[in-house]
């Protein structure tokens, strides 16, 4: 995810917190976390890394070449990723360019099933959010991957909490399915829990 989490704690940054839940997190034997890699079980593949926004979305709402940026920049500094972040120095390019190589490597083995924090702009931008400047802190332009991925393959984000789940068909006859937001905040939407089993996944 985006958070940073264990903030009453002696970690002071942000890498030393993954570093820790890695080390703890292997110690389970059956818990993986995906940071850029791939990891088989059953024969299915499940690839993933946190990804990051890339300012496509600013964009579509502001397509002028030069100034956009800076402002959709400078306002990241009061968002909640950035406030609650001490990590590659809160430098966005810097991260983009590390979530980015990760989702390339993982991409490139071809899993079953991708799992990302933040959203590929192909599974669609709601229409109550299509005109929120705060869209395109949630959003990257994922095309290059689709382009990629096989068919029957499924990949699931999360972030902005809202349920869907669509089956895109490509033009070559593959079918990629797409999840988004399985659970969200319990307090958000009741009718969450009896979305469940769309998110199930056999194998």
Same mark, same amino acid.
């Given at each position: 995810?985006?958070?940073?989490?264990?903030? @009453?704690?002696?970690?002071?940054?942000?890498?030393?917190?993954?570093?820790?839940?890695?080390?703890?997190?292997?110690?389970?034997? @059956?818990?993986?976390? =995906?940071?850029?890699?791939?990891?088989?079980?059953?024969?299915?593949?499940?690839?993933?890394?946190?990804?990051?926004?890339?300012?496509?979305?600013?964009?579509?709402?502001?397509?002028?070449?030069?100034?956009?940026?800076?402002?959709?920049?400078?306002?990241?500094?009061?968002?909640?990723?950035?406030?609650?972040?001490?990590?590659?120095?809160?430098?966005?390019?810097?991260?983009?360019?590390?979530?980015?190589?990760?989702?390339?490597?993982?991409?490139?083995?071809?899993?079953?099933?991708?799992?990302?924090?933040?959203?590929?702009?192909?599974?669609?931008?709601?229409?109550?959010?299509?005109?929120?400047?705060?869209?395109?802190?949630?959003?990257?332009?994922?095309?290059?991957?689709?382009?990629?991925?096989? @068919?029957?393959?499924?990949? =699931?984000?999360?972030?902005?909490?809202?349920?869907?789940?669509?089956?895109?068909?490509?033009?070559?006859?593959?079918?990629?399915?797409?999840? =988004?937001?399985?659970?969200?905040?319990?307090?958000?939407?009741?009718?969450?829990?009896?979305?469940?089993?769309?998110?199930?996944?056999?194998?």
């Amino acid at each position: 995810g985006n958070q940073s989490y264990f903030r @009453n704690n002696p970690f002071t940054e942000t890498q030393a917190k993954l570093d820790f839940l890695k080390t703890e997190v292997s110690k389970l034997g @059956n818990v993986s976390i =995906l940071d850029g890699n791939v990891e088989e079980f059953e024969g299915v593949k499940f690839g993933g890394t946190m990804a990051f926004n890339d300012w496509t979305w600013a964009f579509y709402l502001e397509p002028e070449p030069d100034g956009n940026i800076h402002k959709f920049l400078f306002d990241w500094h009061y968002w909640f990723d950035y406030v609650n972040w001490n990590y590659m120095k809160n430098n966005h390019a810097a991260i983009l360019k590390s979530e980015m190589q990760k989702l390339d490597k993982v991409i490139s083995q071809r899993p079953d099933i991708i799992m990302t924090h933040y959203i590929p702009l192909f599974f669609g931008v709601e229409q109550e959010y299509y005109y929120s400047d705060a869209t395109t802190y949630f959003y990257f332009n994922g095309q290059k991957y689709l382009d990629q991925l096989k @068919n029957e393959s499924t990949w =699931l984000a999360g972030h902005t909490h809202s349920v869907r789940t669509k089956d895109l068909v490509q033009g070559d006859g593959r079918t990629i399915h797409l999840r =988004l937001n399985p659970v969200g905040y319990p307090d958000e939407d009741s009718g969450n829990a009896e979305r469940m089993d769309e998110f199930l996944i056999k194998l």
